[in-house]
């Protein structure tokens, strides 16, 4: 398994190797004691993008989103801070992504792959060294996918699927609910599943 720390409230956070934060969460004090270097966010969703400027402001971390979601940053529907009574939150990315990019923590390789589908610029970060999948809200474990009512595309969605189907998976960390290492290609493909039926 990655050496990764998890924050937890509405949405998971995860620091790997201290250095790189993937979402930032609703509270920045959450990662108080930490300071990340970078912030890479799966998507532009509040619960997932809230506390990045905070984090960033006190760490002087970069924060990276692909380039379809940064454009949504501000869009109160968009980002679902509607639902949280919430303005959306007020983010300057430093990095636009398109998908392919990649980081270096001390251990670790981290590939963005682009997964539109719960977004338009939905993001995986793939480490194929430990075989470890952040999937943000693209999929969840036991079958789960991410909604697309909130500015997404159900047929973005099931090709964003195909596609994690095809990657070798032993640990998968959501964006929600818990990690887990148990038969995830098995879960990947019942993610699949329950995409496509959705499309018929
Ligand atoms: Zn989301
Ligand atoms: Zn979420």
Redesign the pocket.
């Known amino acids: 398994m990655m050496h990764v720390q998890r924050f937890s409230r509405y949405?998971n956070a995860y620091l790997i190797d201290e250095t790189i934060l993937i979402d930032a969460g609703i509270d920045p004090a959450d990662i108080t004691g930490y300071d990340p270097e970078l912030i890479i966010l799966?998507?532009c969703?509040f619960?997932?993008t809230c506390a990045a400027s905070a984090i960033a402001d006190r760490t002087g971390a970069l924060i990276a989103i692909h380039e379809q979601d940064a454009g949504l940053l501000g869009d109160d529907y968009a980002t679902?801070s509607v639902l949280f009574n919430e303005d959306a939150p007020q983010i300057t990315p430093d990095i636009l992504l398109h998908g392919g990019e990649t980081f270096k923590s001390s251990d670790y390789l981290l590939e963005a792959i682009h997964t539109p589908g719960?977004?338009p610029g939905?993001i995986c970060i793939y480490e194929s060294g430990t075989r470890s999948l952040f999937s943000?809200?693209t999929i969840f474990p036991g079958g789960g996918i991410?909604?697309c009512d909130?500015g997404g595309d159900i047929s973005d969605l099931v090709h964003s699927i195909e596609l994690l189907t095809s990657l070798d998976v032993a640990v998968l960390y959501p964006?929600h609910l818990n990690i887990t290492d148990t038969d995830v290609s098995l879960q990947i493909r019942s993610s699949l599943i329950h995409a496509r039926e959705l499309t018929v």
């Open positions: 949405a799966t998507h969703h619960d997932h679902a719960h977004t939905s943000g809200d991410g909604r909130l964006g």
